[in-house]
């Protein structure tokens, strides 16, 4: 039997199993799920074990990690596949059509919290394994990682992969977390944003005072951190912190031209915000904004009196959480560093200034001649008939900097998921086409990969 | 006995009572301490009651007001006293050296909730009565009229006044809920400022976003409200809302360098509050910016994540409470008007901008030509040995102005609380001797009062 035939002929089986783990509320950020957790990690070891795959649960600080291997020649090349089988909390549970942890499939889709993000994109890996084992066909090496903290930071990941660089040994790491420009535009994340992430205090008098008595003699903590943050950017939407451009990678007219290719339509894309206009750093499209451009966001602000009602405050601090997004070759500690010196020298006299650095990450960008690349696109133009485009991406995944740098392999982001899953929020989704689509684009990629790593010899 | 020597011998007696007045928890905006705010009023009425005094507990659609009546003789002058028995919420408690309703006497100070705001400064008004009584010494009518929902806005109050007109009449008003410069320095205030309040809601894409997938070209709707915020006042500290200062009462010179006579050391005011340096609008003093200047300041911001840790959101919307104070002759509600229209233009167009306003109040300034204002001075210059300055006040207290229009009739703000007396906030306390100095000065007030009122006839 092919292992299309094979995967066609398990479609159901696929799809009850995922649900399954669906069903599990593995909310890694929430210790009143703890024993979720393990049981999702439980749960896939099983499923390993179905298919007589050597797997073990790593216990770590925090939640496990699954890790399962088949090792048929260590002359082969080896793929080592990323995932994580932890999902965000689900509140608000009022705003879920159907509740999170109970999957509904309906119009085609999949909807549970972490069908998308990231069980339904991590299963898919299994599945398609499955399909090459169970027919013969597998003809590489594979290691599973999928790991329990995605969501909440993998901390313990980070400890676990400095100290199993051998046991990870890989060519190539797979990650499908991402997503595809639509069902009929196949596409591969090439490029994602670093993370420049910072807490500031803006402290002005000693305690909350009256603000008819003080009001207009002191100086208010939020009026001047509503200056202060004003001030980081300029009426171009260009950040002002002295040197924060220096090492941004200049791309040529070419390859700008070349991203602004990318089927995009800015009404759909304002529609669905319901904005009635963009905004950004001019002189540069959304495509470009979001994918090659670093940025400036205030995450969260907060400060003075916020209940109901009226009250006259004029209070002793105010505080917001501020990040930036950065591309190649910013630094995610040197941009951290430039932020938190320059706000304490625009900080006036009448207040004082505490910037707390959080964990950033950096940006990455993978090159379209890595046959990793390669391949996975190889894939894709085989299950769609056309090539992905590459695209670079505005979010950041830190993991994929942490591999680069402790086990020296890229990853290839291919992820089959779309913008309209709405991960993170509630009525997450995940397309039937996409399940499949991906499972059967990845079990392409395993000989696409050996045959080409074969060639390059 | 004279009404001096009266107030001598029962200074215990006087003490004691406001002590037991004060262990009554009655925080009017907290409604599990309803059955306590109204047993503070059933104590006053048995106060009065054991004057012999006329009292009736009226009811409202909120907390009761206490009123007591001696009407000696309609041809006589007829002096209103107005004040709160209701406090303000202790919370905190933790930051409370002693318990906030078990009153301690420490360092001659009475600490309490509500030792100055208001219970303190409220009963001085029945024992200087008591005295004048007790030696038969009114020269007056009086009349009380306690409220307990002051620190709620007063609601009740201002159908009650409307309501009771005649009741309510009365040559002139005396309230003591504000305070003299110190227990060297006394003064009256004359000038409060008004205030206009608004409640601001920016929103940009119609739900939380992710920051990474769309931070740069989507407009962040807490950037946005920051920039709007800080374009409200210039370098210079002025208010930018156009035809906000177009009826800013313009005073002389002269009169404002009378102001700056008042005792005033801006070292320690910087130190106490523990800032480098004062803010406020250029070419004016400390004194001026909140006596005579309107301001603006920023109450309370919130939006986005506040929580623990970081999170990467571009969220839907950001919120500000907003106030202004205000000066003669600005029309609150024009204010408020003028802010709306200007905050709605200055709105970006990748936002929607919603403006509500919350219930304002006009500034009042009092004529130190006011016979009131004489008698309050006179009797003040007799227990001090000196005159007191008037002085304009930050804050506003709206039953000023609701007692003009309704009643027509003037209030004295002659106040006996000092600065230090940390209302508001935890550790509120009371001196013992601005409690005795009050009640002195007090009954000195209605004999000066209607000699003044006769002689001016």
Known sequence: MSTLAYIK???????????????????????????????????LKDRFEDLDTEVEICETGGHPIVYAERIIDPALPTVLIYGHYDVQPADPYELWDSPPFEPMVKDEKIFARGSADDKGQTYMHVKAYEALIKTDSLPCNVKFMIEGEEEIGSGSLAVFVAQNKEKLAADVILISDTHIISNDTPSITVGLRGLSYVEVEVTGPNRDLHSGTFGGAVGNPINTLCRMIASLQNERGEITIPRFYDKVEMLSQEYRDKMNLTPFDLNTFKNDLEINSEKGEE?????????????????????????????????????????????????????????????????????????????????????????????????????????????????????????????????????????EDAIHSPNESYGLFNYYRGIETISYFYQIFTKMKKDNQ
């Open 9 to 43: 002929e398990n479609k159901d089986k696929f799809l009850d199993e995922l649900l399954a783990l669906l069903r599990i509320p593995s909310v890694s950020a929430d210790s009143k799920f703890k024993d979720k957790v393990r049981e999702a990690a439980e749960f």
């Open 283 to 419: 002189g540069y499209t959304t495509i470009e904004r979001t994918g090659i451009r670093p940025t400036l966001d205030v995450n969260g602000i907060w400060g003075g009196y916020t209940g109901e009602g009226a009250k006259t405050v004029l209070p002793s601090k105010a505080y917001a959480k501020i990040s930036m997004r950065l591309v190649p070759n910013q630094s995610s500690e040197e941009i951290t560093q430039l932020f938190a010196k320059h706000f304490q020298k625009i900080a006036p006299d009448y207040v004082k200034v505490k910037v707390t650095p959080y964990h950033g990450g950096e940006a990455t960008v993978t090159s379209t001649n890595a046959i990793g690349y390669k391949a996975a696109a190889k894939a894709m133009e085989k299950t769609w008939g056309k090539e992905p485009i590459p695209t670079r991406e505005g979010g950041s995944i830190p993991i994929v900097a942490l591999f680069q740098k402790e086990l020296g392999t890229d990853s290839i982001l291919m992820g089959f998921g779309l913008q």
